[in-house]
Structure formats: C-alpha cells, structure tokens
C-alpha cells in the first residue's frame, strides 16, 4: 500500500487559485467562448472524447449519487443524467454551466441535476461518503500540483466506501518516442496559447500514482495511441473484498 499525507488546506490553496496553470492545449482559447468548447475539444482529442465519455459513464446506474467536477458544458453530466443518476456539477466557469445548463433542460433531465459554481478547492465543504460516483473530463490537468493531490485526497473522503473515481485527462507520455512525437505536435499549439492568452498549458505528469497515492484501487487505464490521454477508473476501498 502507498502512503499518503494529506496536502495542505483548502484555505492555503484557495489562496493560490488564481495562480494555477491551465489544463488542455489551447483550452484557454476554447474558454473563452464557451458556444465552441465542445467542437473544439473534439478536434484537439481527434475526435476520441465522446467515446472516452461513453465508456467512462457505462459505470453509472440509476439512482446513484454523482459529483461532475469541471462539468463544463455537461459532456459527462448529461451522460449520467440519461441513466438515471442525480448528479451535482460544478464548475468555476458560468458560462460553460450555462450552456449546460440549456443542453440538460432542452433533454428535459433538469431533474437529475444541479449545477453549482465551486471550484475543487472547496470540496472540502462536501460531506463525507455521500457520493457513489465522482468524475472529472479534461479538469485535472487544469491544476496546479497541491490543488491535484488535494482534489483526490477530498474525492476520497466524499466518495462512499467502494465507490468509483472516474476520469479522463491528457496525460503526458512515457515512452521515449512518443513523448517526443507528443511534444514536436505539442510545442507549436503551446506556442500559439501563450501568444493569445498569455498562460502556459500542461499535462499530467503520473497521474495513475498520484490517484493510488490517494489510496485509490485503480481498475482500468485506458490509453490513446500516442499515449497522451487517458481513460482511469479507481475505486475507494469498501469494508468488503471488492
């Protein structure tokens, strides 16, 4: 079993919030008009994310209790909202919410959901093993190191024992030859998200040992080709054998 330490408070990272780095390429420029997320993270995941999203919610049943942390525009949350599950989904963006929002209404499955704008760092405030299901697409990699371990390390504590983490995220590659095919595809995009937003963009570095450090039970990994995005399914340890 991995050891884990707590990292710092909610109050010290709230602090540091505004300092954080982005996630996705170019997911800056997307932001910023929340109507074209959706058909850009498309083109930037070549198209894979929907079915990333489809597997991952293939998890959820009816009736579950679920956190969508970083909705966005509601890719998972409307996924989960279909099967049935009651769904809580957060976000620090109004605008992406809004447009979640609208989607969640025009599929008449308002009752499933409620949007709330928080960011990870206050999950703090949520009570302990109330959820069956937390998920996260394309958020992770939004954060700063201590607001990452300290997003697991809640999302522990708010999951019910046996519980599911599911996520999708760009990860950064391992393997030699295709860290450096990722980053001669990459450098150029970094370039261009710098110049219009004046941010830098980054992938997640270990992700799956950061997850287990949260002494999750990972799974299911899932890869791209270039190995650079990633599909996990962790579960919180039950009082049972799982």
Same mark, same amino acid.
């Not at 997320?37 to 679920?66: A, C, E, M, P, W």
């Not at 966005?72 to 099967?83: D, E, P, S, V």
């Not at 995220?169 to 110049?195: A, G, Q, S």
């Given at each position: ?113 409620? *949007?709330? %704008?928080? =960011?990870?760092? !206050? @999950? ?6 109330? &959820?069956?299901?937390?998920?996260? +697409?394309?958020? *992770?990699? %939004?954060? =700063?190191?201590? !607001? @990452? ?6 999302? &522990?504590?708010?999951?019910?024992? +046996? ?80």
């Amino acid at each position: 079993m991995l050891s884990w330490s707590p990292p710092r408070s909610g109050l010290q990272l709230k602090n540091q919030f505004g300092e954080k780095m982005s996630t996705y390429v170019l997911m800056k420029i997307i932001e910023s008009a929340p109507s074209r997320y959706d058909r850009g993270i498309r083109l930037l995941t070549f198209g894979s994310v929907d079915k990333s999203y489809d597997r991952l919610t293939s998890h959820i049943q009816n009736g579950q209790q679920v956190l969508d942390i970083g909705c966005g525009t509601g890719a998972l949350t409307i996924r989960a909202a279909q099967k049935g599950a009651k769904i809580k989904a957060i976000d620090i963006n109004f605008q992406m919410m809004e447009i979640a929002q609208s989607q969640i209404d025009s599929a008449s499955l308002s009752d499933f959901v409620e *949007f709330q %704008e928080m =960011s990870i760092v !206050e @999950l703090d405030a949520e009570p302990s093993e109330h &959820y069956d299901v937390v998920m996260s +697409g394309l958020c *992770f990699s %939004e954060l =700063s190191d201590d !607001e @990452l371990n300290f997003g697991l390390f809640q999302t &522990y504590r708010i999951l019910k024992p +046996g519980g599911i983490l599911l996520i999708a995220d760009e990860v950064r590659p391992r393997n030699l030859l295709k860290k450096i095919f990722y980053w001669l595809i990459r450098l150029p995009m970094v370039v261009v998200t710098y110049i219009i937003t004046q941010t830098t963009t980054r992938a997640v570095s270990r992700l799956p040992e950061k997850v287990e450090r949260a002494n999750f039970i990972i799974k299911q990994i899932r890869l791209n080709k270039m190995g650079s995005f990633i599909e996990l399914v962790a579960r919180k340890k039950s009082a049972h054998k799982i």
